[in-house]
């Protein structure tokens, strides 16, 4: 398996204190927009999951039943640029202050894995990822942001 065939998938999910709509969770709605724009802008920057009018994740159908769980999925040219976009931009203000807007959930609310490159991957596939995260830990097939593989199957480094 050769890194340079494979593109870094994530899959993230936060369950929001209340709908989309509601002023509780107005900051995090109002941001959709230019963090996803920032996103789409920044280097190593494949595709991310959009609604049917092109814009956040938000209008799209979940595999999740509780409606108040927000989706949300990307694919980069390597783990360095997702990375880079995660916590030295404004996206970090959004890991930080994410209990404003919503719960807790147990067990881990990111997951990363490689697809071939030019693969774009479902939304089932995201959350099968997730669940094996969750169920069996880290591993090649799908792994957190603390506990890194690289497209070979090798664990790197912190």
């Avoid at 956040?56 to 509780?66: F, G, I, L």
């Avoid at 959004?94 to 609310?109: A, D, M, Q, Y």
């Amino acid at each position: 398996m050769s890194s340079t065939n494979y593109h870094l998938a994530q899959f993230n999910i936060i369950k929001l204190k209340d709908q989309l709509d509601s002023p509780v969770v107005k900051e995090f709605r109002d941001f959709l927009a230019p963090v996803n724009q920032l996103a789409e802008e920044s280097p190593g920057f494949v595709w991310r999951l959009k609604d049917d009018q092109g814009e956040s994740a938000a209008n799209v159908e979940t595999p999740y039943e509780d409606e108040l769980i927000f989706v949300n999925m990307s694919v980069w040219l390597n783990y360095d640029y997702l990375k880079a976009y995660t916590y030295q931009t404004v996206h970090s203000y959004f890991l930080k202050s994410r209990k404003k807007w919503s719960l807790e959930i147990e067990g881990h609310r990111a997951v990363m894995w490689y697809v071939e490159e030019g693969q774009i991957p479902s939304l089932t596939e995201a959350k099968a990822k997730l669940d094996l995260l969750n169920q069996s830990g880290s591993s090649s097939k799908a792994f957190s942001m603390t506990d890194i593989y690289d497209a070979d199957g090798s664990r790197l480094g912190k």
